[in-house]
């Protein structure tokens, strides 16, 4: 009997680990510029609040309710700031391409489907050219790619009839959004 497959197997990490390096390649990676020069100075202000105090940017942070540079600026408090960005970077790439693969399985109960899903999910989305390669659309850490790949999860697991699961990871990423 041919069994429709609904899970993923070991057999699959090497894909993904092999997408998931495509992407980051794809997209790239790069610290302190675009979003960054906005969230960084709003994390060392939260890491030192003496730091750039009467800053109307800083000052209009505090009405901002994303709980992502707060966790983001404790972590960089114990570890070096821009390996660990480079690594949430990482984990939110794979972490989405985890995501894609597993949606599209549980949806189309393929194992081709979830694999053409992955490539999709890999393709450049500007007209022909890599104007917004792959996954992100900014080749920056931003609290948008951890909401996307939770958002990724959620979806996941709604399919996969795990509703409290997919509604936790809704909040977690309306929290950090």
């Known amino acids: 009997m041919n069994e429709q497959p609904t899970r993923m197997q070991w057999k699959d990490a ?3 680990l092999a ?5 980051l390649i794809l997209g790239g990676y790069c610290f302190g510029r675009e979003d960054h020069s906005t969230y960084l100075p709003m994390m060392w202000h939260i890491q030192d609040p003496t730091l750039f105090q009467g800053d109307l940017l800083i000052e209009s942070a505090k009405h901002m309710h994303m709980y992502f540079w707060h966790v983001m600026a404790w972590l960089t408090m114990a570890l070096p700031t821009e390996p660990t960005f480079f690594v949430v970077h990482v984990l939110t ?3 989405t391409c985890i995501a894609a693969f597993g949606t599209s399985l549980t949806l189309f109960r393929s194992r081709a489907a979830a694999y053409l899903g992955l490539v999709l999910l890999l393709m450049p989305k500007g007209l022909f050219g890599l104007v917004e390669a792959g996954i992100n659309s900014q080749p920056v850490l931003t609290q948008t790619n951890v909401a996307v790949c939770l958002l990724s999860f959620a979806i996941w697991a709604f399919l996969a009839n795990r509703y409290i699961v997919a509604f936790l990871l809704v909040g977690v990423a309306f929290n950090i959004q």
Do not use: E, H, N, R
């Open 14 to 16: 090497p894909a993904l």
């Open 19 to 23: 997408a998931s390096a495509l992407a």
């Open 93 to 95: 790439v794979v972490g």
